[in-house]
């Protein structure tokens, strides 16, 4: 079978188990996880056959013609460009989504839904594949919007939660208000390029014998940005991804590690010299990695929630892929795709498997029942090898690859003359560079947060201690969530046994999460050449750091659990964990802010993140307030003229259309009261009509 045939069913195989899966999982249910997991599995191995068929070989590309556009110039072409970058994410989109569907049969095996979600689930990969493979802009732009879509579904799997139903809302409409300058940014690009085929357009751009330039590259480099900001979730554009936490554990895996949010570093990754063409867009770039890294670090120091710790986790990750992009490295940018695809994967299916054993999303929960460790041990492994390749601590895949992005910031940094540097402003380099610094002991700290609230928790017991809630629980009264409580306000989740698929599919990803990075040797040979190794001076700094970032939180723990253990502390409130884990997981999704409140305003005296941000906790764990102010900028105004058009078309247009229609009735009813039906009436009306006009026309006649 030609590569030609392998890599066109990578992305129709998922798109048809989606479709026999929209068909038959009502009429067939024994076939839906058949369905759901064989189509993904197999384009995982026929994605990993293309890339060892093309992989450091140079590109294949095919086209054919879909539909004319009116323009023969600009058709639209069912086009696909393999080349080393396509190849991989192709790989790692497959094998994620692979994993994500194996693992969703044991966690979503009761769920009456699941039909239909697996049926989104093989739809958003299809529509991610086609994303990597093709060439041409409308078509790219057909699997982008597809995806915005299934998000929307995804995220609002529960509908029954109104987090659910609120969360879904958000992240279709915010990706939306990006899409459409990005929609106008793919036309203008392809009326000044006169193509719509991706890689046509880069070589003109490449090219010094073609002596092409864009004639307005800052304004389309600016509106392709607007949608990839809202698309991977960057500053200002950012705030959808961690609501969309409401979804189902899976669902994050899948959004977070290797589809949507890395749809917009790959699409920038693939048009980078349209980015380069304008060094005010690659300013706005740099910039906007920055705030997306420090801020989203910082938010999340602050969470409570375990998943919402891990979304902001991924909206810093993804800051530095956008920063590396910044200076120009897309190989820098796409290996830190790929390796924090993998980790990022294993630590949402491990919070998964922590939120059934715990009956909880709350690490402040977490750490009072205590003894989450031994009752899932294969998630305590494999998410403390993934926290540790989070914290880029060597030799796990995320060191290697965030030392890449270092050393390309470095580079562009301090030798601006040098490489691919030569299109990137210094400044934009030392923005980057500091920005990723300064991030990379954030992310240590929030990471080691984590793993020691999650899994070393005191399990602090003082009977008669305050709940969550405010109110005295005694030993075995019942809490918030109708379970029986422990002693000092905590409940004791009973044992529960995750499904063994679960836990295997956690291992499946720690390989990985220990090895890709060891990759960065040879994968320059499938990219652009450039070097990914680590360079000493931000290795040292960057390791450095990160260390000083465990140290500091670790001491920080310390001195927060002696403190807590004289005061009252938050009652632990656990949900089901003996019923399955989506059952939890809705159940703790929608008791969580019942029973804790506004957990930024909550004294939690055990959380070492408060200690350590100060009077700064408050405004992180809301996110420094952005949503707040989008909804006295635009939410609230909006509203209010939706009210103001609502009232217009109500009480004015309407009054007009009212007033003509009940004109029209009395007029009628007044004619209808006339027609008595007697005879002698009629007549009687009738002379005395004739005798009125006779009087009126002597009247006129005597000139009266």
Not at 214 to 221: D, F, K, S, Y
Request: with cysteine.
């Amino acid at each position: 079978m030609s590569t030609t045939t392998l890599a066109v069913l990578v992305p129709l195989l998922p798109f048809l188990g989606a479709l026999a899966g929209l068909l038959l999982g009502r009429r067939a249910p024994a076939y839906v996880r058949p369905l759901a997991v064989l189509p993904t599995l197999t384009s995982a191995a026929l994605a990993a056959a293309v890339a060892v068929r093309q992989g450091g070989e140079g590109t294949l590309t095919g086209a054919t013609r879909l539909t004319p556009t009116g323009n023969d110039a600009l058709p639209v072409e069912l086009a696909f460009h393999l080349d080393g970058f396509a190849v991989l994410v192709a790989v790692l989109v497959a094998a994620v989504a692979s994993c994500v569907q194996i693992y969703s049969t044991g966690y979503l095996r009761d769920d009456p839904r699941y039909p239909s979600y697996a049926a989104l689930v093989s739809l958003f990969t299809a529509a991610m594949l086609l994303v990597v493979y093709s060439d041409d802009l409308i078509v790219l732009l057909v699997g982008w919007e597809v995806m915005g879509i299934c998000s929307y579904f995804l995220v609002g799997h529960y509908w029954e939660t109104a987090a659910a139903r609120s969360a879904s809302l958000k992240a279709f409409l915010v990706t939306k208000l990006g899409d459409v300058p990005f929609i106008i940014g793919i036309l203008a690009l392809a009326s000044e390029a006169g193509t719509f085929r991706i890689s046509t357009i880069v070589t003109r751009l490449t090219s010094p014998l073609s002596g092409f330039e864009l004639e307005h590259p800052t304004v389309i480099a600016l509106l392709l940005l607007a949608g990839v900001a809202g698309k991977s979730a960057q500053f200002p554009l950012h705030t959808w991804l961690p609501d969309a936490m409401a979804g189902p554990t899976p669902v994050s895996a899948l959004i977070h590690a290797a589809t949507m949010v890395a749809a917009g570093v790959y699409f920038v990754a693939r048009l980078l010299p349209v980015f380069t063409s304008s060094a005010a867009a690659l300013a706005v770039l740099a910039a906007m990695a920055a705030v997306t890294m420090v801020g989203s670090a910082l938010a999340a120091l602050a969470q409570d929630d375990i998943k919402r710790v891990l979304a902001y986790s991924t909206v810093g990750q993804l800051g530095y892929m956008t920063g590396a992009l910044a200076v120009a490295d897309r190989g820098a940018a796409v290996f830190h795709l790929i390796s924090h695809g993998v980790f990022k994967a294993l630590l949402f299916l491990a919070a998964g498997v922590l939120i059934h054993a715990a009956g909880t999303n709350s690490l402040a929960a977490m750490s009072r029942t205590g003894g989450l460790a031994g009752r899932a041990p294969d998630a305590y492994w494999t998410m403390t090898v993934a926290l540790l390749a989070l914290a880029a601590v060597p030799p796990f895949a995320g060191f290697f690859s965030k030392e890449a992005v270092l050393a390309a910031a470095e580079h562009a940094a301090l030798d601006p003359a040098g490489g691919a540097a030569h299109a990137v402003p210094p400044a934009v380099g030392w923005t980057v560079l500091l920005a990723g610094l300064l991030t990379a002991a954030l992310t240590a700290a929030y990471a080691t947060r984590l793993w020691l609230l999650a899994f070393h928790g005191r399990g602090f017991a003082a009977s008669g201690e305050s709940t969550a809630s405010g109110e005295s629980t005694a030993p075995g009264e019942s809490t918030a969530s109708g379970e029986s409580a422990a002693p000092g306000g905590n409940t004791a989740p009973g044992h529960a046994r995750q499904p063994a698929v679960m836990n295997a599919v956690l291992w499946a990803l720690a390989g990985p999460t220990i090895a890709v990075g060891l990759l960065h040797g040879a994968l320059p040979d499938w990219f652009d050449g450039r070097s990914l190794a680590p360079t000493l001076t931000t290795s040292v700094l960057g390791t450095g750091l990160a260390a000083a970032g465990i140290v500091v939180m670790y001491a920080a723990w310390r001195h927060s659990t002696a403190t807590a253990a004289a005061r009252a502390p938050l009652g632990a409130v656990a949900a089901h964990p003996e019923a399955e884990p989506a059952v939890s997981e809705a159940e703790a999704i929608a008791t969580h802010r019942a029973v804790y409140g506004d957990i930024a305003a909550a004294d939690d005296p055990a959380d070492p993140g408060r200690l350590l941000l100060g009077p700064l906790h408050r405004h992180a764990a809301r996110g420094f307030h952005l949503d707040a102010l989008y909804a006295a900028v635009a939410v609230r105004p909006v509203l209010a003229t939706a009210r103001l058009v609502r009232f217009l078309d109500r009480e004015v247009v309407d009054t007009y259309v009212r007033g003509a229609g009940g004109t029209a009735r009395l007029l009628g009813a007044a004619v209808r009261r006339a027609q008595t039906g007697n005879v002698q009436t009629y007549l009687g009306l009738l002379l005395a009509g004739s005798l009125v006009l006779a009087v009126a026309a002597a009247l006129v006649a005597a000139g009266a």
